[in-house]
């Protein structure tokens, strides 16, 4: 078994940054993509980005664009979230998700074998 944990949320003034930061226990990270997701109240889960295992190939939701960035660091088996600009619709908890991989480079294909509970951002006007 694999259990995620999502680190680095808070509250920030529209404009302001924050990095989360996915890490995992009982397997390697590195094994799996990755991706980023979100939940604001009373809507349903948003795909934000996602990354594949070597960190090369990405993937972002066209809201988030130019405002946010996924990377990993395999030699700390650490997957981020950099958010700029922040807006008050980004309010949200933010959870990661892994999926397994067999030896191709690919994005997650939706098919997510483990996630994690969430961190809360808070954006304020």
């Known amino acids: 078994q694999m259990v995620l944990v999502e680190s680095g949320g808070g509250s920030v003034q529209a404009g302001g940054s924050l990095r989360l930061s996915c890490t995992a226990s009982g397997r390697a990270l590195i094994n799996y993509a990755v991706g980023w997701f979100r939940q604001a109240p009373g809507k349903e889960r948003e795909f934000v980005a996602a990354v594949s295992w070597s960190g090369r190939n990405t993937a972002y939701a066209d809201s988030m664009k130019g405002r946010f960035t996924i990377s990993r660091d395999n030699a700390k088996d650490t997957v981020y979230l950099q958010m700029n600009s922040l807006k008050p619709e980004d309010t949200a908890i933010y959870s990661c998700?892994?999926?397994?991989?067999?030896?191709?480079?690919?994005?997650?294909?939706?098919?997510?074998?483990?996630w994690g509970q969430g961190t809360q951002v808070t954006v304020s006007s």
């Open positions: 998700a892994a999926e397994a991989i067999y030896g191709a480079d690919d994005l997650p294909r939706n098919q997510y074998d483990y």
